[in-house]
Every structure is written in structure tokens, then in C-alpha cells.
């Protein structure tokens, strides 16, 4: 059974930091694809980050390009989001989701297992 754990949310000024750690277990992590999405209240889920399995290329919404990085660590079966200088538009319930494939998407469709979310907010 596939498990995705989040974690590392929490509320910060703007302009601070905060790490986000996705715990997978239940999946060959390596082979698999991981995305972060994020959702705000009243809107629709949205991609923010992905990291392709295998050669682990990484891609980012424009939205936060030059402020966000995805990493993951295989060998942790652990995918992080680093989120610097937060605006107070970033304050949503992030979201670690994998796919069963080493292609990445930007369409949450595609992806396979949800975590349960983490709650991010940024003060202005």
C-alpha cells in the first residue's frame, strides 16, 4: 500500500522560508515520478513542482520559479519542496503526489497517490 506523508508546514512571515518533506513508502521511489501541487481555498489545484524519476529532472510552475526548489533523496524514499521568499499568495494545503511512471505531469490527473496535505500560510 502506497503511503505519502507531508510534512514541514506551518505559518511564516512573508518573505521567510519553509521546507516541505514528502515520506513515501509502498512504491519503487526511484522509478517514480513526484509532484507538489498546492490548493487555496476556493480554487483549483495547482501545480507548483515536479522531479521525474530516474535522472530526477526537476520542473516548476512560472509562479514561483527562482524562490522554490524540489529535490528528492532516494535513497530516503523522501521528496522536499524548498520554499523561500513566501509570499502571502502562497498560502495553501500542499500536496505530495507520485506516479507510477518515471515521466513527469503537471496535470494532477495523472498522478497516482495523494498525501494528506499540509497546511502553509504566509502573513503579511
Known amino acids: 500500500q502506497v503511503q505519502l506523508v507531508e510534512s514541514g508546514g506551518g505559518l511564516v512571515q512573508a518573505g521567510g522560508s519553509l521546507r516541505l518533506s514528502c515520506a513515501a513508502s509502498g512504491l519503487t521511489f526511484r522509478r517514480a515520478a513526484m509532484g507538489w501541487f498546492r490548493q487555496a481555498p476556493g480554487k483549483e489545484r495547482e501545480f507548483v513542482a515536479a522531479?521525474?524519476?530516474?535522472?530526477?529532472?526537476?520542473y516548476l510552475a512560472d509562479s514561483i520559479k527562482g524562490r522554490f526548489t524540489i529535490s528528492r533523496d532516494n535513497a530516503k524514499n523522501t521528496v522536499y519542496l524548498q520554499m523561500n521568499s513566501l509570499k502571502p499568495e502562497d498560502t495553501a494545503v500542499y500536496y505530495c503526489?507520485?506516479?507510477?511512471?518515471?515521466?513527469?505531469?503537471?496535470?494532477?490527473?495523472?498522478?497516482?497517490?495523494w498525501g494528506q496535505g499540509t497546511q502553509v500560510t504566509v502573513s503579511s
Open positions: 522531479s521525474s524519476g530516474g535522472a530526477g529532472s526537476t
Open positions: 503526489a507520485a506516479r507510477y511512471t518515471v515521466t513527469v505531469s503537471r496535470a494532477a490527473s495523472d498522478y497516482d497517490n
